[in-house]
Every structure is written in structure tokens, then in C-alpha cells.
């Protein structure tokens, strides 16, 4: 290899254009999501506060899950800036961490997008402080928002997500931010817990209404509720509005009776609140993942992603359903070679045979 080569830090994937926009009028652009789920699992986070301390700790492992998501079709790598906020940071009595670890955040995500020729896009989410008539919490939740905000364009983002408010005035309040202390398009998306309303009692399909009106560039729903029960809201906030509607379900199978992903109760286990660490039996399989990917982008949703829980096997599942063959499409299931149930030539009928006793 010539030392040319060596150095070359061309991007594994051809340069595509990073203006979100235009990239949505064309089609659907796919933004893995629920790395502090993924993380937590993987042993480097805890459950309970969910504050990605690995930025500092290991942020190799961070890089690493960001490679691992554009590998299976991820067109944005999100900065993991999720709960790493003010307030989030004195929970855990890190406060003083709060810059450095933006700063990491967005470091890591923004060598990832570059090595991997992907949107390089900033996050703030729902404050946990947010009470309509509360003044002080009002000027402290706006504080929150400008400094991330600033933080992630000053690193250069693409665009930045607003994600999981529970309450529409926080939304508001979080794009507000990013008019005022960006130049970068806002994705801004609500939640919906067991109620079908915000907390302040506005229909999803009018708190999206709110944020379009307010300048929202992208606006729809993420976390919480899963693929089923995602979709009637989803078929509303379309119906509602006319820029592009995100949509990005946590993938699990959550029911009419309940909703939402904190709702679930698992019967094995003497009807206990399955979140957030024994949810592994509702999990979505990857072919629930590709029809809501199918549906969705038929509703005429593009901006499309599965929120916590998501692992790459569940991003892959959505760019295949979206016709897309990213890099790790090479290595999905192929049965004709498996040692029972193949079809090759050399699976031998001693094998074929034994199949219906398995
Ligand atoms: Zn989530």
C-alpha cells in the first residue's frame, strides 16, 4: 500500500449531499437513535439515570456503536448528547463534566460522519424540570437548550434534533433555541405516553402543528410507543402538517391496552413493570422493524429511525425495507446454506431428514 493510501481518510461511502432537506425531498433518510439503551446493555451506562458517563470512561465503545449503526444503514450519525445536560449532570453530580462531555460527544460523532459520509447531526431532548407555571424552571430549561444548542454549532452540525418532550411547550421552547442560536434545520419530535395527548393536553397532530408554525423544518414523534402503537398518531401529525413528519418507535411490541414501552408488564414475571431492564422478551423482531419501515415511508414519512432498544440488526431491517442494501446487507440471513434447513447441494439428506425432529 502506498503511504498516499495509508493516509487517505476518504470516506468509506461516497460524499452525499448533507443538507437534510434536500436529502428528504428526495427520499427517506434513516437516523439510528436509543444509544443509551444500546450502551447500557452493552455494560457502560447505568439504567436509572441513563447518563452516558462512557463518553469520558470509553468513548472507543461510542465510536465504535456510531461505525456499527452507519454500517447497518444509518444516514446521520447523532451526536450522543442525549441527558448529557445541565440538569441530567447534577442528578448524577457530575455537573462539572457538562462541557468536556458535549464536547466528546460531538467530537466522536463528528470523525464518524466524516469517515463515514454521513449527516453529522447535534441532540437536545426533554429537560425532566419542564413545569408550564414555573418561572424559574422555565429560564433554567431555556438555559439548558442554549448552551447545547451552541455547543453543537459551534462543532459544525448538519442539523440538530429536539427529541422525546413529553410536553409541547418544551418543544417549542427547545426549537426556539435552535432558531435562535443555530442556522441549521430543526427535527423536533414529541412523545406520547399512555395518553394520546402531550402533558399540557394538545393533540399530537396540533403540538406538530405549533412546531411547524414556529419554524420547525421536521416534526413527528419518537420513543415510548412502539411500531403499532406509533402508527394512528403517525397517520394524524401526517394529515396535520405540511413539512416532512419523522417517526422513530422504540421496537418493542407494545398493545392497545398498553401503549406505551414504561406500560408493559410482563406476565412471566408476576406482571412487573418490564422497564427498563426486563423489556428482552417484547422486543420487535427485525421483520416488524422492516413493515413498519414499509408503512411508514407509505404514509409518507421520511425521516425514519427505532429510538431505545434499537440495535443495528433493527436499523439494517428499516434501510432494507426503505429497497437500500447497506454494507451489513451482505451479511443478512441466507437459510440455503444452513446445515438443516439449507438447500445447497452439499446440506446432505441425513441433514434434510432430521429436519421435522428439530
Ligand atoms: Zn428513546
Redesign the pocket.
Known amino acids: 500500500m502506498t503511504n498516499a493510501a495509508k493516509n487517505s481518510s476518504a470516506p468509506l461511502h461516497r460524499a452525499a449531499n448533507r443538507d437534510l432537506l434536500v436529502r428528504l425531498a428526495k427520499g427517506a433518510v434513516i437516523c439510528a437513535?436509543?444509544y443509551?439503551?444500546e450502551l447500557e446493555r452493552r455494560g457502560y451506562l447505568q439504567a436509572g439515570a441513563f447518563v452516558p458517563v462512557v463518553l469520558t470512561e470509553h468513548p472507543e465503545v461510542v465510536e465504535q456503536l456510531h461505525m456499527d449503526f452507519a454500517h447497518a444503514g444509518s444516514d446521520v450519525t447523532l451526536a450522543l448528547t442525549?441527558y448529557v445536560h445541565r440538569e441530567k449532570l447534577r442528578v448524577i453530580g457530575r455537573e462539572k463534566d457538562l462541557l468536556p462531555m458535549n464536547r466528546k460527544a460531538l467530537a466522536i460523532a463528528k470523525k464518524v460522519a466524516r469517515k463515514t459520509g454521513t449527516l453529522f447531526a447535534g441532540d437536545i431532548c426533554n429537560t425532566n424540570i419542564y413545569d408550564p407555571s414555573d418561572r424559574k424552571a422555565l429560564k433554567e430549561v431555556a438555559r439548558i437548550f442554549e448552551e447545547q444548542v451552541g455547543w453543537a454549532a459551534d462543532a459544525g452540525v448538519d442539523y440538530i434534533v429536539a427529541?422525546?418532550y413529553s410536553w409541547g411547550g418544551e418543544a417549542l421552547l427547545a426549537l426556539e433555541a435552535i432558531k435562535k442560536y443555530s442556522k441549521v434545520p430543526a427535527v423536533i419530535t414529541i412523545?406520547q405516553h399512555r395518553e394520546e395527548t402531550t402533558r399540557e393536553g394538545w393533540s399530537v397532530a396540533e403540538a406538530c402543528q405549533r412546531l411547524e408554525a414556529a419554524g420547525a423544518d421536521v416534526v413527528g414523534l419518537?420513543?415510548?410507543r412502539g411500531p403499532h402503537t406509533i402508527m394512528p398518531a403517525l397517520k394524524q401529525i401526517r394529515a396535520a402538517v405540511k413539512c416532512h413528519v419523522a417517526a422513530?418507535p422504540?421496537p418493542y411490541r407494545t398493545t392497545a391496552e398498553q401503549p406505551s414501552f414504561m406500560s408493559l408488564t410482563d406476565p412471566c414475571c408476576a406482571n412487573a413493570r418490564a422497564f427498563p431492564v426486563g423489556l428482552d422478551p417484547f422486543v420487535c423482531t427485525r421483520q416488524e422493524i422492516f413493515e413498519f419501515g414499509k408503512a411508514a415511508y407509505a404514509l409518507g414519512v421520511h425521516y425514519l429511525g427505532v429510538?431505545?432498544?434499537a440495535g443495528p440488526h433493527h436499523i439494517r431491517a428499516l434501510a432494507e425495507a426503505l429497497g437500500r442494501h447497506p454494507a451489513a446487507s451482505e451479511f443478512s440471513a441466507d437459510m440455503s446454506k444452513h446445515a438443516y434447513f439449507g438447500t445447497n447441494r452439499r446440506i446432505r439428506s441425513v441433514q434434510r431428514e432430521y429436519r421435522d425432529k428439530l
Request: charged share 10%.
Open positions: 437513535e436509543g443509551v439503551f442525549y427529541e422525546t412523545t419518537n420513543c415510548h422513530l422504540v429510538c431505545c432498544g
